[in-house]
């Protein structure tokens, strides 16, 4: 890991799988920048990591808020990492709807910060990293794409469009620059125990860290699309040979579910 370059980097990294690579990356040695928007949160993972005591490893942080990306915070970013030997970035930061719902009951201003969190984070975040990258001819770029990329999602259709764009993007920026050193790779989780997911551990939901000890062993690799746990793989070859229609109708009626209660709650909560 530590010959792809000294600083790893990671967005949306005080909870979840973000939070878990971070320590991942400390633990094999990389120092390490936390992005996130909540600067207490930065500074008590920052102490936590620092606390190890890993030889070597260094530690800064920097508050972002990726809902609202604009020029002059992609530029305080760019000025943050400029000048640092970035090995390693990880994509993580992202949002999905609040529960599943019909796409023109989406406000406005949800629909924008999807597209601002998952979509134009990971681009800008991209094209600050690469020109060092290739100057130095080594590199990895991770971005954090979902199973919900893989099939047709009714009812989160935003989410799983960016998750798509995602995949895309990674598969196509590998092909243009692993021959130039530089590799990037999607990966694809389905559900993971974390506060976004609301599931707890079970055979088929990882905890973070146990995802993230199995997705570091791909970072680096010449797989472009990769599911690092192996339960999501299964799950996800086992939807792969199923009829599309007969996928979309459980997954429709399954969020049809999931969007009564929301609404009921959302009612509740204006009645009170």
Not at 82 to 94: E, Q, T, W
Request: charged share 20%; net charge positive.
């Amino acid at each position: 890991m530590k010959k792809l370059g000294k600083w790893a980097v990671v967005t949306g990294c005080t909870d979840g799988i973000g939070k878990a690579y971070a320590q991942g990356f400390a633990k094999k040695g990389l120092s390490v920048v936390l992005i996130s928007r909540t600067e207490a949160k930065l500074q008590a993972l920052k102490d936590e990591i620092d606390a190890k005591g890993h030889p070597g490893v260094e530690t800064m942080y920097i508050v972002c808020d990726y809902s609202n990306f604009d020029q002059k915070t992609q530029d305080a970013v760019e000025a943050a990492i400029k000048n640092l030997d970035v090995g390693v970035l990880v994509n993580n930061v992202g949002v999905s709807y609040r529960y599943p719902r019909f796409f023109h009951e989406l406000p406005d201003e949800e629909v924008a910060n999807l597209i601002e969190m998952n979509v134009n984070s990971t681009t800008w975040m991209t094209n600050m990293v690469l020109p060092g990258m290739l100057d130095r001819r080594r590199g990895a770029v991770v971005n954090m794409s979902s199973g919900s990329a893989m099939y047709s999602l009714p009812l989160l259709a935003q989410y799983s469009a960016a998750k798509s764009y995602i995949v895309s993007f990674s598969r196509a920026l590998n092909a243009e620059y692993a021959s130039k050193g530089v590799y990037f790779q999607c990966q694809i989780p389905f559900y993971v125990a974390t506060k976004l997911a609301k599931m707890r551990k079970s055979f088929m939901v990882p905890t973070p860290d146990q995802y993230v000890a199995l997705g570091m062993k791909f970072i680096g690799q010449k797989d472009s699309i990769v599911s690092p746990y192996w339960a999501h793989a299964f799950q996800g070859w086992v939807m792969s040979i199923m009829a599309e229609s007969f996928v979309t109708k459980q997954i429709m009626a399954m969020h049809l579910g999931i969007r009564k209660r929301g609404l009921k709650k959302d009612a509740a909560k204006k009645a009170e």
